[in-house]
């Protein structure tokens, strides 16, 4: 499968943004999809993750109650929805597709990435 982000940008602290995250090359309902972040110069972060049926999702401490992941199978696509932003947001958001059974916030049991979309807030 193929992943494709976009949506970031420049926003000042307190803004939103919407990032979108869409697949080709395979049906999205055969993954647990995931986002996660990198900031310069810090490992790559665990955002948040959702079940093939959209049902259940899990998000990292730092983001919790301010983003949501959702999906439409229908239109291949993952979103994440973030609010209230704060400057430490700032990082390269990447989309991330599992194949496997279980659902995990480590990037290691992810086996597809998309490119990665820059958000950047500002104070």
């Known amino acids: 499968v193929q992943l494709q982000a976009s949506g970031g940008g420049l926003v000042q602290a307190g803004g939103s943004l919407r990032l979108s995250c869409a697949a080709s090359g395979s049906i999205l309902s055969n993954y647990h999809m995931g986002w996660f972040r990198q900031a310069p110069g810090k490992e790559r972060e665990f955002v948040a993750t959702?079940?093939?049926?959209?049902?259940?999702?899990y998000y990292g401490d730092s983001v919790k109650g301010r983003f949501t992941i959702s999906r439409d199978n229908a239109k291949n696509t993952v979103y994440l929805q973030m609010n209230s932003l704060k400057p430490e947001d700032t990082a390269v958001y990447y989309c991330?597709?599992?194949?496997?059974?279980?659902?995990?916030?480590?990037?290691?049991?992810?086996?597809?990435w998309g490119q990665g979309t820059l958000v950047t807030v500002s104070s």
């Open positions: 991330a597709a599992a194949s496997s059974s279980f659902i995990s916030q480590r990037t290691t049991d992810y086996n597809y």
């Open positions: 959702i079940i093939r049926r959209g049902i259940i999702s």
